[in-house]
C-alpha cells in the first residue's frame, strides 16, 4: 500500500429511482425533480473529496442533466461537473455551444460525459420523431466529436479582442470557419460565442464493450471502467493507453477510472439484506462484470486503498448511488476514513478548472 493520493468520481443517475414505490398525490412532483436534491448531495459528495460528478440519465423517467449544472455550480466551489448528453438528442453544434456556456457559467469545472448512445448505456431519450433514438455507429460517434472539437477550435484562445476605441469585438483572423464536409456531418461553423476558460471541455466516456477502445483513446480524457478486479482492468487500462499513444496522444492525458459499487453494511447481519437488493443503478448494464464493495467501513476503505493501489488505476468512480441516505453514508464513513489516511485530499482545490483537478 502506497501513500499516493486517490483521485475519486461519482456517477449519479438522475430520474425515478430503481424500485421506487409509494403513494403520491395526484399531479405532485416526485423528490427527483426537486433542485435541492442535487444540490444537497453534490454539496456533501464535494466537502468528502470527490472531484467530479457524472450526472447520467436513465431508462426511467429522468430530466436533463445540461439544466442541473449551473444550479450546482452555483452552490459548490470545486467540484467538476458532468452531464451525460447523448449524441442522439443534440446536432454537434448545439452540442458544443452548449457545453461552452456550460463552460462559462462554471468558470471552467464542466465536462461532458459522451453519451453515444452505442448501446444505451447512459439511458436513452425519445428522438424528434417520436420514435426511439437508435444506436449510434462509432463511425458517427467519432466524427461527431471531431467536428465539435473542430468548433471549440473555430476560436484562437486570444481572439477576443474587445477594444471600444477600434471598434473591434473579435480579430477576425482569429476566428475562421471550419468547413466540415464529412459521411454524416456538413458544418461550416465558426461557433456563435466565445471561447470558455478551458476551450474544448474534458470528454469522459463509461466503455461499456471493448467496441468502445478506438473512440476513447481518440476522444476522452477520462475512461470509467467496468472489470471484475485488478488484472483485467490492467489489461484495459493499458489496451486504452496504447491504443491513445498509436493515435498521437500522450497517454497520460488519458485518465481510466475503475468503476466500483459500495453498500456498507457495519454488522454482519446486514449483510444479506443488502446482497437481495443488489447494486442500485441502469450502469453498467446487468452482466457486466463490476466491482462490488459490501461490508464494515474500513473493510470497504481498505479494500478501495488495495484496488487502486494494484490495479495502477489513475482514480476511483463510485457508481450509481444516489439515496441520500446512502451517499451519507459513503461520504461521512468510507471517503472519510479514506481522508483520515491520507489518502484524498482534505481541502477543495479552488480555483482550478475541470482538467486542471483531473491532471493535478
Not at 429511482?17 to 464535494?46: F, H, K, L, N, T
Not at 453498467?284 to 462490488?292: A, E, F, L
Not at 481498505?302 to 494494484?310: G, K, S
Not at 468512480?317 to 461521512?332: A, K, M, Q, R, Y
Request: net charge negative; charged share 20%.
Amino acid at each position: 500500500m502506497t501513500d499516493k493520493q486517490m483521485h475519486i468520481g461519482w456517477l449519479a443517475e438522475i430520474g425515478e429511482p430503481v424500485g421506487s414505490a409509494g403513494a403520491r398525490a395526484a399531479g405532485q412532483a416526485p423528490p427527483w425533480c426537486d433542485p435541492d436534491e442535487y444540490i444537497s448531495r453534490a454539496q456533501m459528495i464535494e466537502r468528502a473529496g470527490v472531484e467530479f460528478l457524472v450526472l447520467a440519465e436513465t431508462v426511467r423517467p429522468t430530466l436533463n442533466p445540461s439544466v442541473l449544472v449551473p444550479l450546482i455550480a452555483a452552490e459548490t466551489s470545486s467540484l467538476g461537473i458532468v452531464p451525460a448528453l447523448a449524441m442522439t438528442d443534440y446536432p454537434p453544434f448545439m452540442m458544443a455551444r452548449l457545453l461552452t456556456t456550460l463552460d462559462h457559467m462554471t468558470q471552467g469545472r464542466v465536462g461532458w460525459a459522451v453519451a453515444t448512445d452505442i448501446d444505451g448505456s447512459y439511458g436513452s431519450s425519445p428522438s424528434r420523431d417520436g420514435s426511439k433514438a437508435t444506436a449510434q455507429p462509432l463511425s458517427v460517434a467519432n466524427e461527431y466529436a471531431q467536428v465539435c472539437k473542430e468548433l471549440w477550435g473555430s476560436w484562437e484562445p486570444d481572439a477576443l479582442v474587445q477594444d471600444r476605441t477600434r471598434g473591434t469585438f473579435a480579430d477576425p483572423a482569429k476566428v475562421r470557419t471550419i468547413d466540415h464536409v464529412g459521411e454524416h456531418f456538413r458544418v461550416r461553423g465558426p461557433l456563435n460565442t466565445v471561447p470558455s476558460r478551458q476551450g474544448t471541455p474534458p470528454l469522459v466516456s463509461a466503455m461499456s464493450s471493448t467496441d468502445e477502445t478506438d473512440f476513447v483513446s481518440r476522444h476522452a480524457e477520462v475512461v470509467l471502467v467496468t472489470a471484475d478486479g485488478p488484472e483485467e482492468f490492467r489489461r484495459v487500462r493499458n489496451e486504452i493507453k496504447n491504443t491513445a499513444s498509436e493515435a498521437g496522444r500522450d497517454p497520460d492525458d488519458v485518465k481510466v477510472y475503475l468503476a466500483v459499487s459500495i453498500q456498507v453494511a457495519e454488522t454482519p447481519d446486514l449483510l444479506p439484506a443488502l446482497q437481495n437488493r443488489g447494486p442500485q443503478r441502469s450502469w453498467p448494464p446487468v452482466g457486466t462484470p463490476s466491482v462490488h464493495l459490501t461490508g464494515p467501513t474500513n473493510t470497504i476503505a481498505t479494500d478501495l486503498e488495495e484496488l487502486h493501489d494494484t490495479s495502477g488505476a489513475d482514480g476511483i468512480v463510485i457508481l450509481g448511488t444516489w439515496p441520500l441516505s446512502e451517499v451519507s453514508v459513503i461520504c461521512n464513513r468510507v471517503l472519510a476514513t479514506l481522508r483520515r489516511r491520507g489518502r484524498i485530499h482534505t481541502t477543495p482545490h479552488t480555483n482550478r478548472s475541470l482538467r486542471e483537478t483531473l491532471r493535478a
